[in-house]
């Protein structure tokens, strides 16, 4: 599936996307090493941050697949670095065991760069960091799992007012509220649904939920599809080649879970 066969829209609501890698913690990767390729970065990222580590999470499948498997630190839970570029859309978040690189959206003018430039730079800083270790004789990178999210932004005003239109944004889903129903309206919207990709090899997780928008804390939708899985082959071709399906089935899955009048009227949909 090439690029110009998915959808396409000139205005989409995309605020943040992420691409990781998980793997085995690399246990040689100390406390001065984060600081060491600080340095090979710090021209482009010029500002750290220490932030809480995320637990490994690994999708897997069989009698208990609902959830994917949470591993529990079995020492002190690993620091987690964030590295940030000057203009506040570009992020690179280093842990013992996860090299992930977000683009986000940090003012209304910033435009999404759309995914052959957010997956080049993921794939320089990996090779980067691959280079790093590799250099220093602490390991190999040992995947486990890759994952890819995008997180949208759907504001108030923008296809819907209040969430008794929610048909109006996702097309599958519709409030029947009617006059002398019990139920009060809507307080707060929460949902999720999961999809597997052909031979397990990964899945999509779907959520919308309300919330406000950081900079200017406006009413929004957000819009999240992650896909999380591993291929079982860890060559970087099969490796690349599984971010692509991802992406396809990001952009198919958004396109197929919502309106086409949003779609056209407001994302401007090309094809």
């Known amino acids: 599936m090439t690029a110009t066969q998915l959808p396409e829209y000139d205005n ?9 890698i998980q793997f085995n913690p690399i246990e040689a990767f ?28 690994v999708e897997r499948y069989g009698e208990y697949e609902e959830q994917p498997l949470q591993i529990p630190f079995t020492d002190l839970p690993p620091p987690r670095i964030w590295f940030l570029n000057g203009k506040g859309t570009s992020l690179l978040q280093l842990q013992r065991d996860r090299l992930l690189h977000n683009w986000k959206k940090s003012r209304p003018t910033d435009a999404y760069p759309r995914y052959q430039v957010v997956i080049g730079h993921f794939k320089e800083k990996l090779g980067l960091y ?16 890759y994952e890819m999210t995008y997180v949208n932004h759907i504001p108030k005003g923008e ?7 929610i048909g109006s944004v996702f097309r ?19 949902f999720r649904t999961t999809f597997a990709l052909p031979e397990r090899k990964a899945r999509l997780h779907v959520s919308v939920r309300d919330g406000k928008r950081q900079e200017d804390l ?54």
């Not at 409030?175 to 309206?185: D, K, N, R, V």
Request: proline fraction near 7%; charge should be negative; hydrophobic fraction near 40%.
């Open 12 to 20: 989409p609501p995309v605020a943040e996307v992420v691409c990781g």
């Open 172 to 190: 599958d889903h519709r409030w029947q509220g009617q006059e002398g129903c019990f139920l009060p309206p809507i307080e707060h919207l929460n």
């Open 218 to 271: 406006q009413s929004v939708l957000l819009f999240e599809l992650t896909v999380r899985g591993f291929p079982g082959d860890s060559s970087r071709d099969t490796m690349w080649q599984w971010f692509d399906t991802a992406h396809e089935w990001i952009v198919k899955g958004f396109t197929d879970l919502t309106a086409a009048e949003i779609q056209k009227n407001v994302w401007r949909r090309i094809r």
């Open 30 to 57: 100390k406390l001065p090493h984060f600081g060491l390729f600080w340095k090979l970065i710090e021209a482009d990222y010029p500002t750290c941050q220490e932030v809480a580590p995320l637990m490994p999470i």
């Open 159 to 165: 296809g819907w007012d209040d969430f008794t239109e």
């Open 130 to 145: 691959e280079q790093f270790i590799s250099d220093h004789g602490l390991g190999t990178i040992a995947a486990v799992q």
